[in-house]
């Protein structure tokens, strides 16, 4: 499974029970934890997200809505005597602000944390099956969003035709990545007629907080599923634009242009009770509009 | 009214869906923050306690679970629009630590936050009716106590016996501050013939996190209510001891040999999920202690 889960959806400060922005990735049977606004937490707790399981972390941008849950996060993992490797992926000063929280508290955490500074657009971590990239988004501060991409899978071997053709099994690797066969009489067996392609290599591209910035659309490109970030309506577009957010409507016309396949939206201001008008608003520039609603998981592909 | 709410009563992380200490005390229209575990504005937001009230807030230690909760709360403060003046006590490293986190924001508060250091046992603060001392108390860190008394009252005139022996109302200050009248003539009106007693000035004892100390019965002495730490029972007594915390029955102890009025037990392991045996160890040795239960306001004196 390749799937999303919001625990956090609101912008700025916890109100009207939204909290602020955190989200979980799962791939298989691998967690990653996006954003750790205040209360981060509990929310796992809440919704039975087991934070042992956290193998990376990645933090968009210095303001406290995106990160004060850390702190707490990464003491209650060590009183609970973690171990394995933790992996933090953040913008430079946060590293010596963990480092002076840890200092003066006289904690030495149970297991290794590995600061990853983010420096430049480009792949910044890769496991077996996926790679994870950040790019710049254009915020208030240095802010980055990231984009989690399955890596390209191989075709899969029709055993019946295999058989049928006379393909020795040792063959089959090659077969996997498109090879045609020859065999020892000279004919060649051509690759489709034993192969199945290649499943679907799924994408999942987090915004971060942005304001309406078309240029991103290349990045998140055709992504099968894209949070976008929409802390208004249209009828503050204007003030979204001066504060470095977007509007529903815009996160939508992204959507739209990068061509993606599902939209999912989210950092709701607290001045809005009633999310229904940011849906109505996405919908109408873009018909696979979400709202990322905590609690929720939400399937990538 | 003169009363404390607990927020948060739970040790070390948010377990049981108790939450990391804090409490806010009360004093007429006063509102005073002790300790800012992570997630007391939601307990704020859900026990209906004004966060724009709050004029101080007192901070024990650096330990992650007494403030974790305070960048949120600070930031939030400056999103909607605060202007007054918040005075925060607090060990120094704390300082830089805040510095740094609104810095690397670009956030400037939108009111004066007033840092002081807590240096020396002491008066850190007095107002019109209260003044707040801190002393050390006995943790792995730094770590402070703090008292809050109201003070001494003025005697109570008793308008009918003014009356009947025509004591001018000019001379009533006097008589508040204990003083007798002379008449014309000569004759002396006692004090106690025309006033009544002055009401108790209460008190309220904050022990933080410490180890069992009997030295902090002299600071502590009498108060009406005092709260002390009971991380463990008393089967975990020298667990409790090597890690600087207290059993139910040793903050019972440091209550009897104060002689205060009543106890209030906190800071819960999260191993224990029923907290009853913490209430039976204590009475035993201390009849009038109680649990510190979130969202249960206690009335000092």
């Not at 060590?78 to 006289?106: C, G, H, K």
């Not at 009828?235 to 999912?264: C, N, P, Y």
Request: hydrophobic residues 40%.
């Amino acid at each position: 499974m390749f799937a999303v889960t919001i625990l956090g959806n609101n912008s700025a400060l916890p109100m009207h029970d939204r909290h602020p922005t955190s989200q979980v990735l799962n791939l298989d049977d691998q967690t990653f934890l996006i954003d750790c606004g205040e209360g981060t937490q509990v929310q796992m707790n809440r919704y039975k997200i087991r934070r042992s399981r956290i193998t990376n972390i990645f933090i968009s941008h210095l303001h406290g809505d995106h990160y004060f849950g850390l702190f707490g996060l990464l003491n209650s993992l060590s009183l609970t005597n973690r171990t394995e490797q933790l992996n933090l992926f953040a913008p430079a000063p946060l590293e010596s602000i963990l480092m002076d929280v840890f200092r003066v508290a006289d904690t030495n955490l149970s297991y290794p944390l590995v600061f990853h500074t983010l420096k430049e657009e480009g792949m910044i971590w890769e496991g077996s099956k996926m790679t994870v990239s950040c790019f710049k988004v254009f915020h208030r501060i240095e802010c980055w969003g990231f984009l989690f991409r399955e890596k390209e899978k191989l075709r899969k071997v029709d055993l019946e035709q295999t058989k049928q053709f006379q393909i020795p099994s040792a063959f089959f690797p090659k077969l996997k990545e498109g090879q045609d066969y020859t065999r020892p009489n000279g004919e060649v067996v051509k690759n489709e007629w034993v192969t199945r392609p290649a499943p679907h290599a799924r994408s999942y591209a987090y915004c971060a907080d942005t304001r309406y910035e078309p240029s991103l659309c290349d990045i998140i490109s055709k992504v099968d599923l894209v949070y976008h970030e929409s802390t208004y309506l249209q009828d503050q577009a204007e003030k979204a634009g001066m504060r470095f957010h977007s509007t529903a409507a815009q996160a939508a016309a992204i959507a739209q242009q990068a061509g993606v396949k599902r939209l999912l939206l989210g950092h709701f201001s607290s001045k809005y009770t009633d999310l229904d008008p940011f849906f109505q608003e996405a919908c109408a520039v873009f018909p696979a509009s979400e709202l990322a609603i905590e609690g929720t998981t939400y399937i990538v592909g």
